[in-house]
């Protein structure tokens, strides 16, 4: 058997080593998304797989998703295009659906890959039919420890369909609403423009505290500008939104803010720029491109990082870090300084302090 596994996965070491003992095993599929795959088949899983660990091991954490096409009186829209951006590129296109539930929560064990399974959303009835036909393989939640759940967040692929139907389905006005007259869309990562498909600008996990909150929450959040005109004018932005993504840390229990929504919508008299056009600020203010020449002299890369959006003092701050990188073999980025945006002010410096005070004009 040994020699047919050394064979198998050109190994000598399987052959020769003293590690491998009777009791040793082999894992044929070393992916967790694959190993979620085979145990529940019908499951949808979101394309961010994250390691935690808990209770002193390293799990991989998968959001597993209970999908249907066949809703009625609800829109179907296909999963793939919703899901697609910049961060995970063009995803294997889905069929439309129009019902989804996070209903499963995942877990694979970095050491010995074995899968568990917890039913996040009890409620759910394409849940509990699939519960029918694979009698215990889903825990209840309650058995999920209070470790394992400080680590749960709310799923991106999920919260990226919620604000792609949120796109159209925020109008109240019968009219507007099937005009389209104000309709929002996803802006295009900035960093990442002209990638191609998939080029959305994805969503991100911040601690932050928006509006009506009395206390900073680990959140995701994303950004709207109004729907595509060919008016490169119009990449202002509409809308702002925010998912409470912290579970809490009580065994069993969940946190009764998880999953809340909120939308900040911007008044129609207020101009704030969207992120391509914060960008464009950025690369077109000549002080900024000076010392960004600067630093591209010799074997040196600038990279551009995430170009984060945040509410503060009433309005929307942006704030993107620029790292410089070598071209050794062995090199890495070195954050070197701070691009910051408050209204149609810029500022850039050594570190996030400095380009606050620099921006604020005060401590």
């Given at each position: 058997k040994r020699l047919a596994y050394a064979l198998k996965f050109q190994s000598e070491q399987i052959l020769l080593s003293d590690a491998v003992t009777d009791s040793s095993q082999i894992l044929y599929d070393r992916s967790p998304r694959q190993r979620v795959h085979d145990v529940a088949p019908y499951l949808t899983l979101d394309s961010d797989i994250y390691p935690a660990i808990v209770d002193g091991r390293v799990v991989w954490i998968l959001d597993g998703y209970t999908t249907s096409a066949n809703y009625p009186?609800?829109?179907?829209?296909?999963?793939?295009?919703?899901?697609?951006?910049?961060?995970?590129?063009?995803r294997v296109s889905k069929d439309d659906i129009n019902y989804i539930r996070n209903s499963v929560k995942?877990?694979?064990d970095a050491y010995d890959g074995s899968v568990?399974?917890?039913?996040?959303?009890?409620?759910?009835?394409?849940?509990k039919t699939w519960m029918k036909i694979f009698p215990n393989t889903v825990r209840p939640v309650s058995e999920m420890s209070g470790a394992l759940i400080s680590h749960v967040r709310y799923p991106a692929d999920l919260f990226k369909m919620q604000r792609g139907v949120l796109g159209k389905y925020h109008v109240t006005d019968a009219g507007a609403f099937y005009s389209q007259q104000d309709g929002w869309m996803t802006p295009?990562?900035?960093?990442?423009?002209?990638?191609?498909?998939?080029?959305?600008?994805?969503?991100?996990?911040?601690?932050?505290?928006?509006?009506?909150?009395?206390?900073?929450?680990?959140?995701?959040?994303?950004?709207?500008?109004?729907?595509?005109?060919?008016?490169?004018?119009?990449?202002?932005?509409?809308?702002?939104?925010?998912?409470?993504?912290?579970?809490g840390s009580v065994k069993g229990k969940v946190s009764s803010h998880y999953g809340t929504l909120r939308l900040l919508t911007l008044p129609r008299t207020t101009i704030v720029p969207g992120p391509g056009q914060v960008q464009n600020n950025f690369n077109s203010d000549s002080e900024v491109s000076k010392l960004l020449n600067i630093l591209r002299q010799g074997s040196t890369t600038?990279?551009?990082?995430?170009?984060?959006?945040?509410?503060?003092?009433?309005?929307?701050?942006?704030?993107?870090?620029?790292?410089?990188?070598?071209?050794?073999?062995?090199?890495?980025?070195?954050?070197?300084?701070?691009l910051v945006a408050f209204g149609d002010k810029i500022a850039f410096e050594d570190n996030l302090d400095?380009?606050?005070?620099?921006?604020?004009g005060g401590s």
């Open positions: 009186y609800s829109r179907a829209e296909n999963f793939g295009a919703l899901t697609s951006d910049s961060a995970t590129g063009e995942a877990t694979v568990k399974l917890y039913a996040w959303d009890e409620e759910d009835p394409v849940l295009n990562d900035p960093v990442n423009e002209g990638s191609g498909t998939g080029s959305l600008q994805p969503p991100y996990y911040l601690t932050l505290q928006a509006p009506t909150q009395a206390k900073p929450s680990f959140s995701i959040y994303s950004t709207f500008i109004p729907q595509s005109t060919g008016d490169s004018s119009r990449n202002v932005l509409t809308g702002y939104l925010v998912a409470d993504s912290d579970a600038v990279l551009n990082g995430n170009l984060l959006t945040l509410p503060i003092g009433g309005g929307l701050l942006y704030v993107q870090p620029v790292y410089i990188q070598s071209t050794g073999e062995t090199s890495f980025p070195l954050l070197k300084k701070v400095d380009a606050l005070n620099a921006l604020f």
